[in-house]
């Protein structure tokens, strides 16, 4: 028990836990932008109707919350020991952010990562203020359901998105997500030991894929909205 507390605290150690919690966030945007592309279909109500089933899950939710918000802070607070670390071992914060190219995996994405978190910190707490608690100028809508009063997400997203303000800022918060994860996805695996000649670009490629779609799948939410509401 106390040998692995010393490995955790070790620099590797700290590295795999980046990298696992880092991997378990990605899993949580994969879910939520499941549900929330409800919203473009023929009912958008579908978004309210999953979001009420949630929120009936009562203190489980809230102990759910809870974790993900610290794995969301701890996975914040060791990329940021991490890169200081390294910065007072290896001081090259004058070199220019550019790409080197084939074969090395240093492109602006993987040397922007701490800026790219800092900009999803910043825009997670803005948009859980905004929809979660509707703070700036929104409400909680409702909507009745079997009877029932639930609160209608879908609504006061659909309302959000038709200021185009309020659009592009989250576009310019999702493209911030498609540098993190572009290089994020990659890097996971290879802290976590995963190297191979045939496997290794394949990860990389998967990574290229998955931060455009996932990325691509959101920014979708506000232009159709917008657009095509
Ligand atoms: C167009 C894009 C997005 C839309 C329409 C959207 C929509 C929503 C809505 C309606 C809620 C409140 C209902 C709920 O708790 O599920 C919510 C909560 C939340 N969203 Fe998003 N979201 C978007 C993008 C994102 C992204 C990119 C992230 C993370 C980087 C994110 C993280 C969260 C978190 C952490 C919560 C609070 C969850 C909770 O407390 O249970 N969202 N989102």
């Given at each position: 028990m106390?040998?692995?507390?010393?490995?955790?605290?070790?620099?590797?150690?700290?590295?795999?836990?980046?990298?696992?919690?880092?991997?378990?966030?990605?899993?949580?945007?994969i879910?939520h932008l499941?549900?929330?592309?409800l919203?473009?279909?023929?009912?958008?109500?579908?978004l309210?109707?999953?979001?009420?089933?949630?929120?009936?899950?009562?203190p489980?939710?809230?102990?759910?919350?809870?974790?993900l918000?610290l794995?969301?802070?701890?996975?914040?607070?060791?990329?940021?020991?991490?890169?200081?670390?390294?910065?007072?071992?290896?001081?090259?914060?004058?070199?220019?952010v550019r790409?080197?190219?084939?074969?090395?995996?240093?492109?602006?994405?993987?040397k922007?990562?701490?800026?790219?978190?800092?900009v999803?910190?910043?825009?997670?707490v803005?948009?859980?203020?905004?929809?979660?608690?509707?703070i700036f100028?929104?409400?909680?809508?409702?909507?009745?359901?079997?009877?029932?009063?639930?609160r209608?997400?879908?609504?006061?997203?659909?309302?959000?998105?038709?200021?185009?303000?309020?659009?592009?800022?989250?576009?310019?918060?999702?493209?911030?997500?498609?540098?993190?994860?572009?290089?994020g996805f990659?890097?996971?695996?290879?802290t976590?030991?995963?190297?191979?000649?045939?496997?290794?670009?394949?990860?990389?490629?998967?990574?290229?894929?998955l931060?455009?779609?996932?990325?691509?799948?959101y920014?979708?939410i506000?232009?159709?909205?917008?657009?095509g509401?």
């Amino acid at each position: 028990m106390t040998q692995r507390l010393v490995y955790f605290r070790s620099s590797v150690g700290r590295k795999m836990v980046l990298a696992l919690f880092g991997l378990g966030l990605l899993g949580y945007l994969i879910m939520h932008l499941s549900a929330n592309l409800l919203i473009l279909g023929d009912n958008p109500q579908a978004l309210d109707v999953y979001a009420h089933t949630l929120l009936s899950l009562g203190p489980l939710l809230i102990a759910i919350e809870i974790a993900l918000a610290l794995v969301f802070l701890v996975h914040i607070y060791l990329a940021v020991v991490i890169t200081l670390q390294n910065r007072s071992a290896r001081p090259d914060r004058y070199e220019r952010v550019r790409d080197a190219g084939s074969p090395s995996k240093k492109n602006f994405s993987s040397k922007t990562m701490i800026y790219s978190g800092l900009v999803i910190l910043v825009f997670v707490v803005l948009h859980v203020l905004h929809f979660k608690y509707a703070i700036f100028g929104g409400k909680e809508y409702t909507v009745m359901v079997d009877g029932e009063p639930i609160r209608a997400f879908s609504t006061l997203v659909m309302t959000s998105f038709q200021n185009p303000w309020i659009s592009l800022a989250y576009i310019v918060g999702l493209i911030w997500v498609f540098f993190h994860l572009r290089h994020g996805f990659w890097s996971a695996f290879q802290t976590l030991g995963v190297h191979h000649p045939r496997l290794t670009p394949v990860i990389y490629s998967a990574g290229i894929v998955l931060a455009v779609v996932i990325a691509a799948g959101y920014v979708s939410i506000p232009v159709i909205l917008y657009f095509g509401g």
